[in-house]
């Protein structure tokens, strides 16, 4: 029996479904057909032919496209890749087998002279087997160079083409009509033809192979999806394929297993793997209410889930989704390479001619051979690909390396301006800090005392969403302090919040707030600085105009700011912390983990502007935050980290996506973009003088001087290789390393 | 010797004009479904015309196993695919503004034009 899921397009209501699934169960084989409205799939069961399924749906007018797990289409795809790897082994081996022996023939004098007794059949034997090569190893560079050509394109199969056929053609004419040409030029060229065709298809192989290596983070990332799942359905657990869970349905981890769609826990706790999707080593303590991510391992505890993202809209498709589309786009760099590339071939098809047309006016002897020879050399060693290939083949295995490190780069501009950056500006908040305040102190004024300082202060701040906000309600939850109820509730963005609590009024909030609205502070004011210059974040409280006390809050440093803050002046990167804390707070905080500026008292629409400023001095801004209060300051700057803690960032937000909540992460994101920058223009820079030395030797530059002239072979064996010089060259940025791994 | 020279320097001609200046006939959409062959190191058609505000949907079929061919990127719409073997692979796509959107494998090597006009 058969299982297929598909992917159906064009239902726009539940009547569609009908329709589709009456069209499902018209096709001969099909026991039972089943369609999800919600995920516009279908499921169908039963002896059919996948393409009479599809051909029935679409004749009901509606799309139908085969869904297949990742791991099934990654093996589809190595299978064929490694048979056109093997067909081109087959032809360069073929190649070799009649081309050597033709080329130690001709070197040794095996063949009889073309204009001896015997010569011209010999030779045309020798010709017609030369043909029959070219036609088995050769075929698909002249259909390609045909097919190109009808449509205005020229690319390397019109190279090669034109090279070993003009070889051949001027053997032919040679063998056939010997007295054409004079006799010092009557030299055939079958073995050159042969040799280049077996060894541009043994470059080919080699290329092949090492760029299947360029996609091994994909193929990693796609290997992380789980094909099946255990699901609880009517009270049994079964285990089932990944493609028939669906949404809200409960789902058992064991230890050891992989997650296999994300959710939410709903029994038990588990610490879970995943540095896999995050580049963070340490598992993660989960419980229940907390979220799990698809392709990430449960260590040790056995818990429930309910699915709550499946199919594409889970974390890691959508990692697997950005880091395929990131992996073709250029960086600047780049494009101006494409600008070389789409005129390549027609210049040099140009200096082909121009390089016959000297060496057949200028030579003095044998001037049809050298034309012809130097001709053949130009269009042979001149490589379209090595400079095509140079730029996508690093961004392809950069952006991969940097997924696995759990760094989401958006695309080849993001990767080459974070190569370049030069100031770093970190929001404080969730940042450089935890994001997880607690109360750290509470000082009451003369009339007052902790607890009813704190109900006031949690009652008040119950409304509002500031993290700080938080800190203070579960204080005062762990002092089980009941409420007040609080009415005409304003938040006073950058400075606090009002309302009325029990009938009075009630100011929560900074030094401004106190004296906008004439408290007098001065009873707690060197407390609230005492408190400041050790780096907490004190609110003040009144009550009816009357100071009350003092709420103090701190936000613990994450564990590796420090060493990360100084992993980056290490790289040359000037550290600036922005901050709503006030000045005092906000300069000890800078002095612990070693930010060379600090900006405090910045209200959040002001952080943008904060980096325009930088931006206006010359600097290259990269601004790090969490990527959802900050987004105007983000998308302002040259480059915008959101940094996120686990799974749970907001992925679409930021040009550089940091899975792991550590700092770490910019510098390393900085790190590889260089190292992948630099690896596009050692790419480029040998493609290029690869390109502009190769060619003039190969139509003969070096002749008048030394006497050197390149063999057509040579220059076959230097254009089959410089391409896998360059896949190889990127393939050396999988071995990228952090400076700092573990954390 | 005349004569080489002079068909040298026609060839010449004729590469220019033929890669640079004459213009490819372009296969002008009526329906909103092009099926496009990737085999040969050509796009087949490899020059398509749609009206502006007209969406498209692109069926890429690709015969050639090189990897070559195994994406297509539409630089300026900022789209790429990947291209299985013998699958048919779909984009949909909406150009806003009217001009030459180029579609190409990553070495530029496979080139294809959608041209959008009023």
Redesign the interface.
């Known amino acids: 029996m058969k299982n297929y899921r598909l992917s159906i397009g064009g239902m726009s209501c539940a009547g569609c479904v009908a329709s589709v699934e009456t069209a499902l169960n018209s096709v001969p084989g099909v026991e039972e057909a089943v369609v999800n409205f919600a995920e516009h799939t279908a499921v169908v069961t039963g002896e059919m032919d996948i393409a009479d399924v599809i051909s029935a749906v679409k004749a009901a007018s509606y799309d139908a ?1 085969e869904l297949k797990g990742g791991d099934e ?1 990654a093996a ?2 190595e299978a ?2 490694f ?2 790897y093997r067909a081109l082994l087959k032809k360069a081996g073929v190649a070799a087998i009649v081309g050597v022996p033709l080329f130690v023939g001709g070197m040794t004098g095996w063949f009889p002279e073309i204009d001896s007794e015997n010569g011209q059949l010999t030779w045309l034997l020798l010709g017609l087997l030369t043909l029959g090569v070219m036609v088995y190893s050769g075929k ?1 560079f002249f ?3 045909w ?11 019109t190279l090669i083409a034109l090279g070993t056929g003009a070889a051949c053609l001027y053997s032919f004419v040679i063998v056939l009509f010997p007295d054409s040409v004079p006799s010092l030029a009557r030299h055939a060229y079958f073995e050159a033809a042969v040799i280049i065709i077996g060894l541009i298809n043994f470059g ?1 192989a080699l ?2 192979k090492a ?1 299947g290596k360029t996609s091994e983070a994909i193929k990693r990332l796609i290997g992380l999806q789980p094909k099946t799942a255990r699901v609880l359905r009517d009270g049994k657990e079964v285990d089932v394929a990944i493609s028939e869970v669906g949404l809200d349905e409960t789902l058992r981890v064991r230890p050891g297993e992989r997650i296999a769609v994300d959710g939410v826990i709903i029994e038990g706790h588990s610490s879970i793997d995943e540095s896999m999707l995050t580049g963070e080593p340490m598992p993660v303590e989960k419980n229940v209410g907390d979220e799990v991510s698809t392709g990430t391992i449960n260590s040790s505890g056995t818990f429930l889930f309910t699915s709550k993202r499946i199919g594409s809209d889970t974390v890691l498709a959508q990692i697997i989704d950005m880091v ?2 990131a992996q ?3 960086p600047a760099i780049g494009r101006l390479v ?1 600008k070389v ?3 390549f ?2 210049v040099v ?2 200096i082909s ?2 390089t ?2 000297i060496w ?2 200028l030579a003095t002897e044998n001037a049809a051979s050298y034309a012809l020879v130097t001709t053949m050399t130009v269009l042979i060693i001149a490589c ?2 090595a400079l ?2 140079a730029t ?2 690093s961004i392809m295995v950069g952006v991969g390396k940097a997924a696995e490190m759990g760094i989401l780069i958006r ?1 080849g501009d993001a990767l080459q301006q974070a190569g370049k950056l030069t100031t770093i500006v970190l929001d404080k908040t969730g940042t450089v800090t935890e994001g997880k305040p607690a109360v750290t102190e509470i000082v009451p004024a003369k009339d007052a005392d902790e607890n009813s300082l704190l109900t006031i202060g949690a009652s008040i701040e119950a409304g509002s969403e500031h993290p700080l906000a938080s800190a203070i309600a579960m204080h005062a939850r762990e002092k089980e302090l009941a409420l007040l109820k609080v009415e005409n509730f304003a938040a006073i963005t950058g400075q606090g919040v009002s309302g009325l609590v029990d009938n009075q009024s009630v100011l929560f909030g900074n030094t401004s707030l106190m004296k906008n609205h004439h408290v007098d502070i001065s009873q707690l004011e060197n407390k609230a600085q005492q408190l400041s210059q050790q780096g907490r974040t004190s609110m003040y409280l009144a009550v009816a105009g009357q100071l009350k006390g003092i709420i103090a809050v701190s936000d613990p440093i994450k564990k590796d700011s420090i060493e990360a803050i100084q992993r980056l002046h290490d790289l040359g990167m000037k550290v600036v912390m922005l901050t709503g804390d006030n000045q005092l707070t906000a300069n000890a905080v800078a002095k612990q983990v070693g930010v060379d500026e600090v900006i405090a008292e910045v209200l959040p629409q002001d952080k943008a502007a904060k980096v325009v400023y930088f931006q206006e001095r010359g600097e290259q801004v990269a601004m790090v935050g969490d990527g959802i209060n900050d987004a105007p300051a983000l998308a302002q700057a040259n480059v915008g980290f959101a940094i996120g803690s686990g799974t749970d960032v907001a992925i679409e937000s930021a040009d550089i996506t940091l899975m792991r909540g550590s700092l770490y992460g910019v510098a390393d994101a900085i790190a590889i973009s260089r190292a992948t920058l630099s690896n596009i223009k050692q790419n480029l820079f040998g493609a290029f003088i690869y390109n502009t030395l190769g060619i003039p030797v190969a139509a003969g530059i070096l002749y008048p001087l030394f006497g050197i002239l390149l063999n057509p072979m040579i220059a076959g064996a230097a254009m089959a290789m410089s391409s896998v010089t360059v896949v190889s060259n990127a393939n050396r940025l999988r071995f990228f390393k952090s400076k700092r791994q573990v954390t | ?1 005349l004569i ?2 002079l068909i ?2 026609s ?2 001609v004729l ?2 004009w ?3 200046l ?3 006939q372009s296969l002008k959409v009526s329906s909103n479904t092009v099926e496009i062959i990737v ?4 796009y ?1 058609p ?2 398509i015309e749609i009206k502006l505000g007209q969406a498209v949907k692109l069926i890429f079929l690709r015969k050639d ?4 061919a195994e ?1 297509v ?1 539409f ?1 300026k719409l ?1 789209l ?1 695919l ?1 291209l ?2 013998n699958k ?1 692979t779909e984009i949909r796509v909406k150009p806003e503004e009217t001009g030459d959107y180029v579609f190409n494998c ?6 294809g034009h959608l041209k959008v006009n009023n």
């Open positions: 496209a289409e589809e795809k064929i890749e048979a056109y698909h259909t390609g160079a097919k190109s050509f009808r449509v205005h394109n020229a690319n390397m199969d080919s290329e092949m760029r395929r589309q073709s786009t250029k494409d590339a789409s005129v071939v027609p098809l140009i001619v121009i016959f047309l057949f006016n379209p690909c095509g290939l996508p083949i695309n | 010797m080489v020279n040298g320097l060839l010449v590469i220019i033929w890669f640079w004459k213009k490819p085999d040969n190191g050509v087949s490899s020059n196993p090189s990897p070559c994406k990127i630089e900022g790429s990947d299985p073997v048919p990553q070495m530029k090597m496979y080139v």
